[in-house]
């Protein structure tokens, strides 16, 4: 399997925008969290969350293509891994109206759109500060439909039903997880 040193070169090679980046960064890292709670394979799992998005600079106009690209180039890497190149794969499945198969899978779409209410979540308090931050005030913030307008809830409350994980349960796995990396995401 490819190495996360690998991944990281790959993902800054193919993408300039730094607030991509650090999405990509939130989502490995709740990924890994997340491979802990169900003792699945936490480099893998993180891997997939860091790529999830990296081909986007080259696809945003073709939304069919997105994570296809980037399961290619990592492919053109030399892996072999299926799970970890159809995890990558299924995040751009929602665009060919197909769903998540796998524990990892569900994963990775459910915590994709949490990342983003917790960054908008922590720009709103005056030290714009994940440390700051609490598990009630995302959870307050979650039916404010005003708020994060794009943020897509309903993606996020999917990891009840395809996770077991109650939905306060799953912001504080994320939440935890990227306040450990807060400096490396700017909060
Ligand atoms: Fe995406
Ligand atoms: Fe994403």
Redo the contacts with the bound molecule.
Sequence with gaps: MITRDQAWKLLTEKMQNQNLRR?CLS?EAVMRALAKHFGGDEEKWGIVGLL??GDYEFTKTDPGSHAKLMANWVRELGETDAELLEGIESHGWFHQGKQAQTQMQWALFCC?ELTGLIVASALVLPSKRLSDLSISSVLKKFPQKSFAAGVKREDIAMCEEKLSIKLEDFVRIALVAMQSIAPEIGL
Excluded: S
Aim: proline share 0%; no cysteine.
């Design positions: 999405h989502v999830h998005d994709d």
